[in-house]
Each structure stands twice: as C-alpha cells, then as structure tokens.
C-alpha cells in the first residue's frame, strides 16, 4: 500500500459526458502528479501540483484540467468524453516536486475509465 | 514522441535465471533514471534508480546499469524469482521535471 488512494477504481460513461477523478496524497506530500496509461502506452505526463499551485504540465488535453485542494488532494476533471480517453489513470505524490531535486514518486492503485 | 523506449513488451525466464530488461532513450539532456515495477491492479512502485554521473547501482537482486554513449540503460534481476513476473517500467528525467516512461516489459518468471 503506498499510501496514496484514488476513486473511484472503475468508472464506465458515455461519450460527451464529464466526469471527476479524486486522489489524496500520502500523508505530508505536496506534489500531486496525474499519468494516463493507455492500452500499449506508457504511462503518459499530464500535470502536476505542487502545494495548491500548477507546478508542470504535459500532454494535457484541453478538455482536461485538474486542481489541488487545501488539504493537499487533487481532482482530475475530465469533460466532453471520446472514446480515445478510455485509459487508466494514475496520481502519485512525492514530499516536493521542486526543480533540480528527484523525489520518488509514490502511485495510486489507478482508476479505469471506459468511455463507451 | 516517445522518448523513452521499452522495444520488448515481455520476457520469460525460468526461476533461478538472470532477467536483462532493457531500455532506450532518446534525450541525451536526461539525466536521472528509474525502474518501477506494476503488479495487475496496483500502481507501480519505485524499485531502483540511476543518476547519470554513475553506470551502475546495485540494490540486492537489483542492478541498473547505464550505458550514456548508447542512450541505454538495463535492469539485471539475478536470481529471477516468481515473484517478480510483473510489467516494468523504465522513466527518464531531466533536471528534475518530469518524468518520462517507457510502455513497459512483462516479465514472467516461470517456477
């Protein structure tokens, strides 16, 4: 168990539709970074947070966005839903996420989405 | 753009035997390297790491090797135990942004 929880585990729409995935933090870490693995990818950047605020962004769609709470756990939204977002998608955190250091980065047990 | 790169997406080894998994990349500015290995239906988990100023770093059963010259670097598991058939990963970063996977090799190591 990293100490890292994500839900939901599973989640099946339909295309159009938006939906939220939720991930809290192992206790003390301040980055929040979110990765999609699709089927034959590896595990794909999207954003990271880091203690409230953007910290880095990668291959984001625009209709994705993501935010971190106060209390340190982060959403990632995702709207008007294609078959291609299919994917599992996980969040890890480390203690910081500050540039020039390298902190291991702890993942969640994922959630799958299926877009029917 | 993929980046990093994982050519082999399984490997079988009988119990006992070494497990070479392998991994390329393409940015010479990377600069720290990682292993995660992923058990179905978990996260991956961190197993080793290399920095680019070394060529190897052991961890018990563990050995990362990296060849700079070649844009390389390799997993050695001696001996392969059952308990290690899971997918790994190898990431890549530069100056500590963010980090690049591979799409992963599965190992199976059969009893």
């Known amino acids: 168990d990293s100490g890292v929880t994500q839900t939901p585990k599973h989640l099946i729409t339909a295309t159009g539709q938006r939906v939220t995935l939720r991930c809290s933090p192992r206790s003390g870490d301040l980055s929040v970074y979110w990765y999609q693995q699709s089927l034959d990818q590896g595990l794909q950047f999207l954003i990271q947070?880091?203690?409230?605020?953007?910290?880095a962004k990668g291959n984001i769609l625009e209709r994705f966005s993501a935010q971190q709470f106060p209390d340190l756990h982060s959403e990632l939204n995702l709207s008007s839903l294609e078959l291609g977002d299919s994917a599992l998608y996980f969040c890890?955190?480390?203690?910081?996420?500050?540039?020039?250091?390298?902190?291991?980065?702890?993942f969640g047990p994922g959630t799958r989405l299926t877009v029917l | 753009d993929q980046q990093v790169k994982q050519n082999s997406p399984s490997l079988s080894v009988q119990e006992g035997r070494i497990s070479i998994l392998n991994c390329d990349y393409t940015n010479s500015m990377f600069d720290y390297f990682l292993w995660y290995k992923k058990y179905p239906a978990e996260g991956p988990t961190f197993l080793i790491s290399?920095?680019?100023?070394?060529d190897k770093n052991e961890d018990g059963r563990f050995t990362v090797f990296l060849n700079k010259s070649a844009k390389h670097l390799s997993l050695h598991i001696v001996p392969s135990q059952p308990g290690d058939s899971a997918v790994y990963f190898c990431a890549a970063s530069a100056y500590g942004n963010q980090f690049y996977f591979g799409t992963g090799t599965s190992l199976t190591v059969i009893p």
């Open positions: 947070y880091y203690n409230g605020e953007e910290r």
């Open positions: 290399i920095s680019s100023i070394k």
């Open positions: 890890a955190s480390s203690t910081d996420g500050l540039a020039n250091t390298y902190n291991e980065q702890f």
